[in-house]
């Protein structure tokens, strides 16, 4: 166990939909990164937030979005959902902004419909 | 930009071999980071590099921080069927953003 929580597991939608994928980081970690995993493929980075800013952002498509908030923990709006969206979506989290370890969540895996 | 090359890509061995794969940048890290994913779990950190030269084990994996700064290698001795997976380097890029790509991975099968 990572530390690192992700909800939910498995989720299904259809085209056009919007879903929040949400995530706690691990105790004391104050780095959230988002990353996709698609189908037989590498982790794409998305986004990372570091105590409640955003950090660095990576490919991540305008219909996406994501935030920090105060607690810390991390959400991941996906808008006009489309097959392709299809995929892992992965929380990590780390202590600091950047050098250290990383740790992931168990993703949420998003079928669309 | 940046990217991380891992060979071989896959690789099937039989139960008890030894495994090496190594992982190469075209800039330089100042870490590198071995994970092992799990058909659709999340990727398990195994072994963390923070300086050049270094040499790290856990168990029966070991892993090298390579002194150009610009790979890294994971070797596994004597391997298991629960090798299985996929194996992942990352590192952090440092041009100013502080995210972590990743290698495109190398998909171990073990015959036992």
């Known amino acids: 166990d990572s530390g690192v929580t992700q909800t939910p597991k498995h989720l299904i939608t259809a085209t056009g939909q919007r879903v929040t994928l949400r995530c706690s980081p691990r105790s004391g970690d104050l780095s959230v990164y988002w990353y996709q995993q698609s189908l037989d493929q590498g982790l794409q980075f998305l986004i990372q937030y570091y105590n409640g800013e955003e950090r660095a952002k990576g490919n991540i498509l305008e219909r996406f979005s994501a935030q920090q908030f105060p607690d810390l923990h991390s959400e991941l709006n996906l808008s006009s959902l489309e097959l392709g969206d299809s995929a892992l979506y992965f929380c990590?989290?780390?202590?600091?902004?950047?050098?250290?370890?990383?740790?992931f969540g168990e993703g949420s895996w998003l079928t669309v419909v | 930009g940046q990217q991380l090359n891992q060979s071989p890509q896959s690789m099937f061995i039989q139960e008890g071999e030894d495994v090496s794969m190594n992982c190469t940048s075209s800039s330089i890290f100042n870490t590198w980071l071995w994970y092992k994913q799990d058909p659709g779990e999340g990727p398990v950190l195994l072994i963390a590099l923070y300086k050049a030269g270094e040499l790290t084990s856990n168990g029966r994996l070991t892993a090298q921080f390579g002194i150009t700064r610009k790979d890294s290698f994971l070797n596994i001795s004597a391997s298991i069927p629960s090798d299985v997976g996929i194996y992942f380097c990352?590192?952090?890029?440092?041009?100013?953003?502080?995210?972590?790509?990743f290698g495109t991975g190398t998909r171990l099968k073990v015959l036992a």
């Open positions: 990590a989290s780390s202590e600091g902004g950047s050098g250290n370890t990383i740790y």
């Open positions: 990352a590192g952090p890029v440092t041009s100013g953003t502080y995210k972590y790509i």
